[in-house]
C-alpha cells in the first residue's frame, strides 16, 4: 500500500488508469500520484540516453539539440536565485544548462541526476561536480549551499517530502529552494483531464496542485516566500515530437509538417497556466 507523501493517508481512490498504470488520488489530502510509487531504482532506469534523444519514458525527442530554448530559460531561472551568488546545487541537472548558466553568473554549481548519461554530459559541459542523489552529496561535503533548485524534477520523484528534508539539510539557515513544477488544479489541467500533457506514467510520478507543494514545503521546514503561474519557452520540434507520442495518428502528421519546414529549433513561448514555481526559505 502506498503511504501518501504529505499526509501519510494509506486510503486512495483510482483517478485515471493510463497506458498500464494507475493514477490514484489521496482520500486524505487530494495528492495524485501512481500507485503503487515505483521504487527509486526503478524511477532511475528510466532516465537512460534513451530518455533524452528518442522520446522513451515520454522524454525528450533531442534534448541537446534544443540547447539554445534550454539556456534561455536557464538564465530566466537565475533571475529567481538570491541577488549575492554562492553555493548552488541543482537537482535533476539533465545535460547541465542550467548549471552552465549559474555558473557564469558567478555561482559556484553542483549538480544531482540520476542518469548516468546525462550526468556525464553535464560534467563534460560545465566541469562541476554531479552526484548521482542528494545523499551521495551530502557524503561527499560538509559545506552548506545558499540555493537548491528543482526545476521540473520533484514530480518525477518517489519520496519528495523525503529528498526535500535531504535538501533543507543541505541548506544555509535562510538558504532558498526553487521548484518549478506542474499545478493539476490549473484551468488546462481540469479541462483534460487524462489527456493533460503531465499525466506520463511511469516517468511522472506525482501530480501536484499549489497546496501540495506549500504542504511539502511546511512539512520539510521552509517557509513560503512566493508563488507565481510561469511562462517558459519551448522548441517547436519539443512540441511536435510530445504531439507524436501522445496522438500518434495526428501527432505524427504533424511532426513530419515540422521537420519538412525545418521549424524544429524554433522557439515558442508556452504559457497555458499549468507551470508554476514556488521559492521558499528553510527556517533556523
Not at 520523484?157 to 513544477?181: Q, S
Request: with cysteine.
Amino acid at each position: 500500500m502506498t503511504v501518501c507523501p504529505i499526509c501519510d493517508g494509506e486510503s486512495r481512490s483510482v483517478q485515471w488508469s493510463k497506458d498500464g498504470f494507475d493514477y490514484a488520488r489521496c482520500d486524505g489530502c487530494g495528492l495524485v500520484s501512481l500507485e503503487p510509487l515505483p521504487t527509486e531504482p526503478d524511477s532511475g532506469s528510466l532516465y537512460s540516453e534513451g530518455y533524452f534523444r528518442e522520446g522513451a519514458s515520454g522524454g525528450y525527442v533531442d534534448y541537446a539539440g534544443d540547447e539554445a530554448t534550454h539556456r534561455r530559460n536557464a538564465r530566466d531561472r537565475c533571475r529567481l536565485l538570491p541577488s549575492s551568488a554562492g553555493a548552488l546545487l541543482d537537482v535533476g541537472c539533465a545535460v547541465g544548462f542550467f548549471l552552465d548558466e549559474a555558473r557564469r553568473a558567478g555561482w559556484r554549481v553542483t549538480g544531482v541526476e540520476v542518469s548516468p548519461w546525462a550526468a556525464e554530459q553535464a560534467r563534460e559541459r560545465t566541469g562541476a561536480d554531479v552526484h548521482a542523489s542528494l545523499d551521495a552529496v551530502l557524503e561527499a561535503t560538509d559545506e552548506p549551499v545558499d540555493a537548491v533548485t528543482f526545476f521540473q524534477v520533484l514530480e518525477h520523484l518517489p519520496h519528495p517530502a523525503r529528498t526535500l528534508a535531504r535538501a533543507r539539510d543541505l541548506l544555509k539557515p535562510g538558504g532558498r529552494v526553487v521548484i518549478e513544477t506542474w499545478d493539476r488544479d490549473s484551468l488546462v489541467a481540469r479541462l483534460f483531464g487524462s489527456h493533460w500533457q503531465q499525466v506520463t506514467p511511469p516517468s511522472v510520478i506525482h501530480l501536484f496542485a499549489r497546496r501540495d507543494v506549500d504542504a511539502l514545503l511546511e512539512r520539510a521546514g521552509f517557509r513560503p516566500v512566493s508563488t507565481r503561474r510561469t511562462t517558459k519557452r519551448v522548441s517547436v520540434g519539443f512540441v511536435a515530437g510530445l504531439l507524436a507520442g501522445k496522438y500518434p495518428r495526428a501527432g505524427g502528421w504533424f511532426r513530419a509538417l515540422v521537420t519538412r519546414s525545418r521549424l524544429d529549433g524554433l522557439a515558442v513561448p508556452y504559457r497555458l497556466g499549468d507551470l508554476i514555481t514556488v521559492v521558499a526559505e528553510r527556517g533556523t
